[in-house]
């Protein structure tokens, strides 16, 4: 079945530095993709979508590309701030009948940014 | 404009008890589902409601039930409660035609005792 798989966490930075957070997936035909941030306590928080491929979703400094031939959608950000510090989650949405709706989602990368 | 909102923020049951969460959408939407979140994990789908109806389902047993009201809310119950099923449940609404989007609550965290 679909499914998202996510590097393992936690990943710990300095403020400042690059952020990359892997993600692939497996899916029948072309899901829509997404990223999701946690912050300690609260629900999730829509961060970027891309809906087909080569789409690029960014909000906040944050991006990731939708790369259909590698099955990717890696989450990045130029300079992290300590205010970044949070839970990323991946996240498709299958297509095809009956399909559409739910979210499949990875297990979560914790990112934790020091000052 | 209020976003998703979920009651009670926290409830702690004894197994074999039955629970009952509650969930309001955002104000226009019209689709609710659910998501249990355990510890460490990320979120599972258990069900979809739009117009009355479950539309989708998640590999949940029928323990897990729910409903949707005509004002768009929508409630999750699960009877014979197990100690596994503590975790935090999360309402998300979304539009019909852009289900795919949604908007997630704070959750409600359970604890089966």
């Known amino acids: 079945g679909d499914s998202v798989t996510q590097m393992e966490g936690p990943v710990t930075l300095s403020e400042e530095a690059f952020l990359t957070i892997n993600c692939t997936y497996t899916a029948t035909g072309y899901p829509s993709l997404f990223w999701y941030v946690q912050y300690p306590g609260e629900g999730l928080q829509l961060l970027l979508k891309?809906?087909?491929?080569?789409d690029k979703g960014s909000n906040k400094g944050f991006e990731a590309t939708y790369r259909k031939e590698t099955t990717s959608f890696h989450l990045e950000k130029g300079s992290v701030q300590v205010s970044d510090s949070a839970v990323y989650f991946c996240a498709l949405s299958p297509r095809g009948r009956g399909q559409g709706g739910k979210l499949i989602f990875g297990q979560g990368t914790e990112l934790s940014v020091k000052p | 404009d209020a976003g998703v909102t979920q009651s009670p923020t926290h409830l702690i049951k004894t197994r074999g008890q039955q629970v009952t969460l509650r969930c309001s959408p955002k104000s226009g939407h019209d689709t609710v589902s659910w998501y249990q979140q355990a510890l460490g994990q990320g979120p599972q789908f258990i069900f979809q409601y739009y117009e009355e109806e479950e539309r989708q389902r998640g590999n949940f047993p029928d323990r897990f039930s729910g409903h949707q009201f005509p004002n768009y809310s929508s409630e999750l119950n699960v009877n014979a409660l197990l100690l596994g099923d503590s975790a935090l449940y999360l309402c998300a609404s979304s539009l019909s035609r852009i289900h795919y989007e949604q908007y997630f609550g704070p959750g409600t965290r359970l604890t089966v005792t």
């Open positions: 891309a809906t087909k491929a080569d």
